[in-house]
T-cell receptor
Framework: AQSVSQHNHHVILSEAASLELGCNYS??????LFWYVQYPGQHLQLLLK??????LVKGIKGFEAEFIKSKFSFNLRKPSVQWSDTAEYFC??????????FGAGTTVTVRA | GAGVSQSPSNKVTEKGKDVELRCDPI?????LYWYRQSLGQGLEFLIY????????KSGLPSDRFSAERTGGSVSTLTIQRTQQEDSAVYLC??????????????FGSGTRLTVV
């Protein structure tokens, strides 16, 4: 079974700071990778996804992620965060054709 | 409907009672998933439906957990003789058939279950 590790449990930063959230997975074969976000009081939403091609993927709200196959990583980045980016972020990797395995999540708190 | 709808949004139950959680997926989505999110944990896969059948129910934690889906639409997750460790947010997601990973899942808002 897949294992997905998110390195940071809780990240606190100020507005305009840069954000990078780590994600590593255990599977050595072909993978599809996702980042989901859950804003306070809202349901999980897809932030971005990687299937193939350019390993640098751009998503909504200025987020991007880079797939580094040799490191089994798919880190999420945003150059300048806003207060509205306060949320919980989940990395996910496909398992089988239909199942996603999720990391434990990283809570991001942005201070105004 | 416009999104995945789950009910109830919150449920408090006494230990030992049975509970039913409902999921109404997006119209036309034939794939439906149940996940569980416990405090400090990631999302734990419970069961996958394709139409009315469940080809993967490997994540159900015990035989107290069961799920069904009828008419290729609404799904019910039933937990019998609830225990305190069942307390969690139960999430439902749906996706179009054969395209689960092209679009990811669409999640509902979840049911927060508290067993006291």
């Amino acid at each position: 079974a897949q294992s997905v590790s998110q390195h940071n449990h809780h990240v606190i930063l100020s507005e305009a700071a840069s954000l990078e959230l780590g994600c590593n997975y255990s599977y050595g074969g072909t993978v599809n990778l996702f980042w989901y976000v859950q804003y306070p009081g809202q349901h999980l939403q897809l932030l971005l996804k990687y299937f193939s091609g350019d390993p640098l993927v751009k998503g909504i709200k200025g987020f991007e992620a880079e797939f580094i196959k040799s490191k089994f990583s798919f880190n999420l980045r945003k150059p300048s965060v806003q207060w509205s980016d306060t949320a919980e972020y989940f990395c996910a990797v496909n398992e089988e054709d239909y199942k996603l395995s999720f990391g434990a999540g990283t809570t991001v708190t942005v201070r105004a | 409907g416009a999104g995945v709808s789950q009910s109830p949004s919150n449920k408090v139950t006494e230990k030992g009672k049975d509970v039913e959680l409902r999921c109404d997926p997006i119209s036309g989505h034939t794939a439906l998933y149940w996940y569980r999110q416990s405090l400090g944990q990631g999302l734990e896969f419970l069961i996958y439906f394709q139409g009315n059948s469940a080809p993967d129910k490997s994540g159900l934690p015990s035989d107290r957990f069961s799920a069904e889906r009828t008419g290729g639409s609404v799904s019910t997750l039933t937990i019998q003789r609830t225990q305190q460790e069942d307390s969690a947010v139960y999430l439902c997601a749906s996706s179009p058939a054969g395209q689960s990973l092209n679009y990811g899942y669409t999640f509902g808002s979840g049911t927060r279950l508290t067993v006291v």
